[in-house]
């Protein structure tokens, strides 16, 4: 018998195995209650209380059968092989790393935010490796403080939790001096605030600041710690760096423009894990990289995606020796260091015998219609220029900026939107009326520069404003933002609504953290016809958030894609396995499992969905069934087959629905799912007409 695993109660019988005297048995249950405790608790999903009941018995009794029972192995208890993988996950993060540590919670089951499960790791990871006499610099944000609130260390004696950094006057749970405090009051230990700012106005109030002595002792303090907690944030828009006052003089795009991907405590580092220098270094309050590095062990308790460039810079970078995470970004960062097959040891790898010739079939390159790869890019476009003239035309005679033929006018709000090729029909095949006015176009999978977005901007403004829609994505960002503030200072009012459709890219609490990916295409329709009738720019960007946030996208990779310029698998997926949690950069996906058949993976789909979605009885939805570049029609029919069955299983209605080619990633073979939750305002906007030469309605 397979079953969940359970604790011991706290009120069991004194000997495991021995019941109450005083309970009788009921005589249908025969002569074997273990039996039937652990059938009903295990296989019915009974409780003890109920199996109590159930059975005439008190539960002190039924704790000891289930007790007995698994000491005996009448019950076994297995692990899922997604679990499993946790542990060697761990073991190669350690070893390729060269870690002190490493513990990896499973793969997200939807069950509990990720954000607690780490905290619930980190805790016991603290409850480890905290010793009386330490002291424990405690750096500051969501995970920290949810290190903290679970942990509990009781019966150490001297112990010293030193804040790493000064305060800031930001209004959230997780400031640096409410994360130390909390650590204090795990620990039972003396806590040292910093009791100055974070951030301070210039460099001289620093140098003031530091030579106070009061400040001098609390940093003398803090050099002495030799064990250290703290998080890794990413660079995207809804991380905590962003929240906590630390831009409020400089911009973000200092640091992005130096490449740099992560922040540990307040400062900046590259890909490689080396320092960025900026604007705020010479008045920051608090730890710095080498400190940090000079500590002797340095906790880092980091997870999500979006996460993975910046926690692989701390660890290239070695501030990290101690590493809690997840297995989905765990994977994504071995992935990322170019570590792709850890499931064995290495000496169990069957070695490749160079003197035995490979099948005439065998292939090291994929045959593409290319000249020279190095052109692709402006080939195809002025191929669709010439195409689709009747739609789009380039801006001042660039094909990097295209304006629709019959889109600005005015008395309309502009919509601009954009992003790398290689997606094609997307964003291009989404300009003309009804729809965008204007696109500025990338390199394969690269953001567009400032200057096309900016013009794109001044060509579809005419006295309404202008709104940016584009997919989350740190380049994008960073471009899209420089094009505003250049706009702004052309006196063009601009919005910017970044899509987040994509469900398995980060947690449901970090909504905003997560990755646009096909469902932009619902989210530029509704903007589109927002536009198009004619409603204020506030309602626009309104109806456009609506529309992100009740779209939902998640993707499945059967073969990976090849850039033009290597005509060569960017990775590879074996030939059983498939990768769920697919991107459309040619990323890997966030897990990878066994093949399946296309109902399971469809129903694996819109389960994660329906977790979020919570649809009822009688609601309606649009669907998209989009192919990843190399995914036939035939294919995406019966993925959309069972779609239907599934949604009409729960009496939803389907209100409209698109199967094809809609937002790719050049070649891969995968496909993706977006459902659209409508209302009313919704289904008006997504009937509204529009005509470009990739999608047509009315």
Known sequence: MTGKASSVGKHSASKAGVPDASDSMPLRYGDDPYVWACWLYYEDGKTQGDIAE?????????????????????????LEPSRLSSLSIAQELKRHFGLHDCLVVPSDDGSRPLIDRLGTAGAQAIARLLKSGDTLAVAWGRTVLAVAEQANVPNLQDVTIVQATGGTRARFAYTPELCAAAFANATDGKLINITAPAIVSTPEVREILLREPLVE?????????????????????????????????VSLQDYLAKNAVGVLAGRFIDAKGQPVAGPLDDRTIGISLDMLKSIGLRIAVAGGFDKVPAI???????????????????????????????????QQRPRTDNSVALPSSYRTHIKKFLNNPDDVVDEMLEGIVKAHASHIVPIKGSNRALVARNGPRVGKVGLVIGGGTGHEPCFLGYVGKGLADAVAIGNIFSSPPPTPILECAKASSRGEGV?????????????????????????????????????????????????????????????????????????????????????????????????????????????????FGMGIHGERGVTRE?????????????????????PVAGDRVAVLINSFGATPLMELYILFRRVEQRLSAKDIKIEANWVGHYCTSLDMVGASISILHLDQELTEMLHHPCDTFALKVG
């Open 54 to 78: 159930i059975m005439g018995i008190s539960r002190a009794t039924v704790n000891s059968y289930l007790a007995d029972a698994r000491s005996r192995g009448i019950v076994n208890i297995s």
């Open 217 to 249: 002792d609390q940093f003398a303090t803090l050099s002495k710690a030799n064990k250290a907690i703290f998080g890794v944030a990413s660079l995207r828009p809804n991380s905590t760096i962003h929240s906590s006052g630390f831009f409020e003089s």
């Open 312 to 346: 692989l810079a701390a660890l290239r970078g070695g501030y990290i020796n101690v590493l809690i995470t997840d297995a989905a970004t765990g994977r994504g960062i071995l992935n990322a260091d170019g570590v792709t097959e850890f499931d064995q040891k290495a």
């Open 467 to 579: 709104l940016f829609v584009y997919g989350n994505y740190a380049g994008d960002v960073m471009n899209f933002e420089m094009a505003a503030e250049m706009a702004q200072e052309q006196q063009i009012d601009v919005r910017t609504v970044l899509t987040t459709d994509d469900i398995s890219s980060s947690p449901i609490e970090d909504r905003d953290g997560r990755r646009g990916v096909a469902g932009n295409f619902f989210i530029f329709k509704i903007a589109g016809a927002a536009c198009d009738k004619g409603l204020s720019l506030d309602a626009c960007e309104a109806i456009t958030r609506k529309a992100n946030d009740r779209t939902f996208t998640m993707g499945v990779a059967l073969e990976p894609c090849s850039l033009p310029q290597t005509r060569r698998h960017n990775f590879e997926i074996g030939p059983d396995d498939i990768e």
């Open 594 to 614: 066994k093949m399946m058949s296309a109902d399971e993976i469809t129903d694996r789909v819109m389960d994660r969905i329906f977790s979020e979605m919570k």
